[in-house]
């Protein structure tokens, strides 16, 4: 979907393996630098990617089972790259009113809540939860929230028992660091994970629409 639909450089990383994707730049993130993976899933989602990555500028971090299904518009573009160092492109979970507290329930929590929420010196009930299966910032941005989070991981890892830590800990450094989230409308970033979003349709030609415009990054729907 990248080859047939982007119009902006790509690069997929793979973790303790290489591929080779014809029109696709290909990278290797060797497991020994993915530290605050979770064993789960070993997703670079944290920000272990810009280990290998070059360059600067405005990123879109994407996980491997998202589908491209359209160019970007130029507004999007426009969009992308007018974002400030200091804010996040983030969609929701499971909806708009979401919070670390009801995202901490599902993750097979070890710890009470409240003491969850003591030992990370945030409200959860207060604090929002987004998806990052996409994430758009800047490179320093992205560095800012890797850098906050590593300290944290082994924490994580011993309150929850669930893979997903690792996206409830990105949100929590994300509020501790008071970046700015700019929440990512479904036509940009649609998922399935909590059911189909409101306003989110396949049509007969295969396509995942919202409110009659193609979704960007359909994802597991």
Sequence with gaps: SLRACSQIPATLVTVGFRAEYPGVESVELPR????GAPIESESPQHGSWLKVVNGNG?????????????PFTHQELDSLMDLPEGAILLGHNSGPEETLAL???????????DQIGVQFGLELEKTPCFNIGVIGARRATFQAVYDAYMPLWELATDAFGHGARQ???????????????????????????YGVPPGVIVGSDGLVYYKNEVILFRHRL
Excluded: M
């Design 58 to 70: 405005v990123y879109v971090f994407t996980d491997g089972d998202i589908i491209l299904q359209r």
């Design 103 to 113: 995202e901490a329930g599902r993750l097979s929590p070890h710890l009470p809540l």
């Design 167 to 193: 996206q409830w800990l990105v949100c929590a450094v994300i509020a501790k660091l008071g970046i700015q989230v700019q929440v990512l409308p479904y036509s940009f970033h649609a998922h399935g994970h």
């Design 32 to 35: 020994g630098y993915n530290h």
